[in-house]
């Protein structure tokens, strides 16, 4: 360890030290003074018993190292340099000792939960480093310029003084690799066609839209402003920014295999934070690919970043599956993800899982087309019950009174506690046509917003945007977007331990969502049979989202398949199952997050039935103790209710879902 890293590492040690002796000294008299005095209850101020009142030792060490981390990713916006690649090793590796010199063992059991939690981040992004340098290896050949643009964007950084006709004279050089790079491309595709894998090439070429917003950002800061650089340096420039376009398109085009139209993946932002898309995200998220998975999004970054996740297109057409491409992370990669998830289940038995659930949803849709007058024929079932949607206009209020019943079922069998300003600011918005390519479905947390079609639909893209969100398939999902769904979440987590948001996973943000789902079937609020055929339409989607999104990922499943496997075994039409997956594996969304949904529900159904069923909890404990511990794993969530005794180096070995046998 450098000098300046111990000096770093102590200075750190001395604030925890600070901040420790301060928590375990007697409270000032104006303290005391101050909490003799509780801040007026009204109908617009909380009591001071509904008030954060966590006591972790180690609360605002996380809450300094993530303004350390913010500060250190804005510092190095490029994330594919090494530089920075060194420098964040530096920090988490510097931050980890820094953790191991704690008095674990004199913490209470919220602070060690916080430990462990920040333990396993720590490690968890020291891994996906290891992870996005293979990726970066993968792609270096079709990319050999790019450490000089990267050079240039990390000398501005550093606000060094521009030598105008060497830059040109670099700008001229550079323009010459990218040509070399491009034709060195085409005389593979000539002599070994099909060597270069398609994934690879997309992945090369969001970098290299990546690499030209770097350059971009770069000559924008000089250009006008010095007149010397422009008069060597425009024209040169203007060459480079041209062959990099030119080179996108060569290899979207003519490798990928993507139209005209797709030839330009878009840029997306940074890092994705873990589970990217859930509402109330979690600070310090951008650092990387954190959470938001390795998979997509992880050349992502502000100004200077790879580009956005792999796999995106800016023009997506319905019902076409030819520009979803993803980027396959494979096994060792899942296993990576899984572990600082806490599952202790390998990809082949969650897709085990998967099969098995899904089974169990086919039986259950049988029984109820049996009630319907359909003997077996679920799909006819179905079919009948997606004609059933509402006609143009009355959406927006079938949603508010489906919003409205659920609201109503968890307060009136005290379920879980719904805060009145929670249910007072919800609100709901009309997803855009464009939006709907991509998510034929509802979008929930305090805004919900509605999939149905506009006028400038054609005939059969409305038809399929009706039926597919027809009142018995919004039934169930209404719930899960609002309360006690994504909104209470978000309103929850937002008021609750907030400085866990770093640790945030979609088994928690989605599952928590899906968990009700289960659990409003087992009470019998599904009662009719179309509205049985709704639920177990959308726990059917959750089963086969397990078996896709992780089978893609070891590369035994293609995009074609995976919405196949949801229009023959799930019933999706085919318009929304392509939106669907496209979305999958757009780059928003980490590895596992599609699978996150059935398979976070199903840790907290059985984290259910070991403290409710068993009397040891009532639901209304049970769920608003889950909601103000914020984003975190559910084994610690499990840890904390059942009071656990937790170890330094605690590792999951929680099967929740028992035994599983991989055919």
Request: charged residues 20%; glycine residues 10%.
């Amino acid at each position: 360890m450098s000098n300046m890293r111990i000096r770093v590492a102590f200075g750190l040690l001395a604030i925890l030290a600070l901040c420790v002796g301060l928590w375990s000294s007697t409270p000032p008299a104006a303290s005391a003074s101050h909490s003799s005095n509780p801040l007026p209850t009204s109908d617009n101020a909380p009591g001071v018993n509904e008030l954060d009142t966590s006591k972790s030792e180690i609360r605002s060490v996380i809450e300094r190292y993530n303004a350390d981390r913010g500060s250190l990713s804005r510092s190095y916006p490029v994330e594919s340099s090494p530089a920075r690649q060194q420098r964040f090793k530096d920090f988490y590796t510097d931050w980890l000792a820094l953790l191991g010199k704690l008095s674990f063992d004199t913490f209470s059991p919220e602070g060690k939960v916080d430990y462990v939690l920040f333990k396993n981040h720590l490690e968890h992004e020291l891994q996906q480093l290891n992870l996005q340098t293979q990726a970066l290896a993968e792609i270096a050949p079709l990319v050999p310029f790019a450490q000089t643009i990267t050079e240039l964007a990390e000398a501005r950084r550093r606000m060094e003084p521009v030598d105008s006709p060497k830059v040109a004279a670099l700008l001229n050089d550079l323009n010459k690799k990218i040509e070399a790079a491009r034709r060195g491309v085409e005389t593979g595709l000539r002599s070994e066609p099909g060597k270069l894998k398609k994934t690879v090439a997309n992945r090369a070429a969001t970098a290299v839209n990546g690499l030209r917003g770097t350059l971009r950002t770069w000559f924008g800061y000089y250009n006008g402003y010095d007149p010397l650089f422009t008069w060597w340096a425009d024209e040169p420039y203007k060459a480079v920014d041209q062959s990099l376009g030119n080179y996108a398109t060569f290899l979207t085009e003519r490798v990928v295999g993507l139209r005209g139209g797709d030839a330009a993946p878009t840029m997306a932002a940074a890092g994705g934070g873990r589970g990217a898309g859930a509402p109330g995200g979690g600070a310090g998220a951008g650092a990387g690919g954190q959470r938001g998975g390795f998979g997509g999004g992880n050349f992502g970054g502000g100004a200077g970043g790879f580009g956005g996740g792999a796999g995106r297109t800016t023009n997506a057409r319905a019902g076409d599956a030819s520009d979803i491409i993803g980027d396959p992370i494979g096994r060792e990669a899942l296993m990576v993800e899984l572990a600082s998830e806490m599952i202790p289940y390998t990809p082949e038995e969650l897709i085990a899982i998967g099969w098995k659930e899904l089974a169990w949803c086919e039986a259950e849709m049988k029984k109820a087309a049996r009630e319907m007058g359909f003997g077996d024929d679920w799909q006819k079932a179905l079919e009948h019950v997606k004609n059933k949607y509402v006609e143009p206009g009355k959406q927006p209020q079938l949603i508010k009174d489906l919003a409205l019943e659920a609201i109503e079922y968890v307060e009136k069998n005290n379920l879980v506690t719904v805060p009145p300003l929670a249910r007072e600011s919800w609100r709901m918005e009309m997803m855009t046509p464009e939006r709907q390519l991509v998510s034929p479905f509802f979008l929930g947390g305090e805004v919900i917003q509605v999939s149905y079609p506009t006028n400038t639909m054609a005939h059969e893209q409305k038809m399929m945007s009706m039926r597919g969100n027809n009142p018995h398939f919004s039934r169930a999902t209404v719930h899960h977007e609002l309360i006690p769904g994504h909104h209470l979440q978000g309103f929850m987590t937002q008021r609750y331990k907030p400085y866990r948001g770093l640790f945030s996973t979609p088994f928690w943000g989605e599952g928590w969502a899906l968990y009700w789902e289960l659990l409003l079937w087992d009470r019998g609020f599904v009662k009719t049979p179309e509205d049985k055929m709704g639920f177990l339409f959308w726990r059917s989607h959750r089963c086969a989202r397990i078996v896709f999104s992780l089978s893609f990922h070891m590369e035994k499943m293609t995009p074609q398949q995976c919405i196949d496997l949801l229009v023959q075994r799930v019933g999706h039409e085919v318009d929304n199952a392509t939106a669907e997956v496209r979305r999958s594996f757009g780059g928003s969304y980490g590895p596992l997050y599609q699978a996150a949904y059935l398979l976070g529900g199903l840790q907290i159904y059985s984290l259910h039935k070991e403290l409710v069923d068993s009397k040891k909890m009532t639901d209304l404990d049970f769920h608003d103790t889950i909601l103000k511990e914020n984003r975190i794993p559910i084994e610690m969530v499990r840890a904390i209710l059942t009071k656990q005794k937790l170890t330094r180096d605690f590792k999951s070995s929680w099967k929740f879902y028992g035994p599983v046998t991989v055919q």
